[in-house]
């Protein structure tokens, strides 16, 4: 089956710096979604992809879908201790039927005021 | 607009022991999934249902039941609790070219 690998596994850094993170599939993607957890909540939707080479921004977020469409990347920009979470990335192949969500492993985030 | 409801928050169960946890949704949303995560190993997909009358099994279904009789709800049945099955779930749903939205979970503890 479809594998995403993501890194880092965990990140510590200080207030103010800038993030980024990604993901890479064994598979062809049509669509890159990245969420955020925060403890004992469900995942929330930060930024969906559905274009190979779209960059998208949300805020202090931006993530871009990865040309060869196996890859995605999220970068936070002045980070601030409320981004604290675990972010994952998610991804499928609506062009090939599967309607089943593949997600990564989790980028846990740390930030130190 | 409540999204996705979940219930129970928290269960515990003996091992051996049924249960049914509870996913409904307000969004008139085609595609409905269950997923479970365990520390370090992310969230795995469990059954997902296109549409009322339709289910298909994910990742890991063993252990586990589902019907979706309508578009709102997509209820989780564990048939015979395990130690195993300690995890806490998540019900989601989503429409077409979307991405899903997801309940608070069910945090569940099988002894």
């Given at each position: 089956g479809q594998q995403l690998n993501q890194s880092p596994q965990s990140m510590f850094i200080q207030e103010g710096e800038d993030v980024s993170m990604n993901c890479t599939s064994s598979s062809i993607f049509n669509t890159w979604?990245?969420?955020?957890?925060?403890?004992?909540?469900?995942?929330?939707?930060?930024?969906?992809?559905?274009?190979?080479?779209?960059?998208?921004?949300?805020?202090?977020?931006?993530?871009?879908?990865?040309?060869?469409?196996?890859?995605?990347?999220?970068?936070?920009?002045?980070s601030i201790p409320s981004d604290v979470g675990i972010y994952f990335c998610a991804g499928y192949d609506s062009g090939a039927g599967s309607y089943q969500l593949t997600f990564g492993k989790g980028t846990k985030l740390s930030v130190i005021p | 607009n409540a999204g996705v409801t979940q219930?129970?928050?928290?269960?515990?169960?003996?091992?051996?022991?049924?249960?049914?946890?509870?996913?409904?949704?307000?969004?008139?949303?085609?595609?409905?999934?269950?997923?479970?995560?365990?520390?370090?190993?992310?969230?795995?997909?469990i059954h997902y249902s296109v549409g009322a009358g339709i289910t298909d099994q994910g990742e890991v279904p063993n252990g586990y039941?589902?019907?979706?009789?309508?578009?709102?709800?997509?209820?989780?049945?564990?048939?015979?609790?395990?130690?195993?099955?300690?995890?806490?779930?998540?019900?989601?749903?989503?429409?077409?070219?979307?991405?899903?939205?997801?309940?608070?979970?069910?945090?569940?503890?099988?002894?």
């Open positions: 979604l990245w969420y955020k957890q925060d403890p004992g909540e469900g995942p929330v939707l930060l930024i969906a992809l559905y274009k190979a080479g779209e960059l998208t921004s949300n805020g202090r977020l931006t993530a871009q879908f990865g040309i060869t469409r196996k890859d995605s990347f999220l970068n936070i920009s002045a | 219930t129970p928050k928290f269960q515990v169960l003996k091992t051996g022991q049924s249960m049914t946890l509870q996913c409904a949704q307000d969004m008139n949303h085609e595609y409905m999934s269950w997923y479970r995560q365990d520390p370090g190993m992310g969230l795995r997909l039941n589902v019907s979706r009789s309508t578009t709102e709800d997509f209820p989780l049945r564990l048939l015979s609790a395990a130690p195993s099955q300690t995890s806490v779930y998540f019900c989601a749903s989503r429409t077409q070219g979307r991405g899903y939205t997801f309940g608070s979970g069910t945090r569940l503890t099988v002894v």
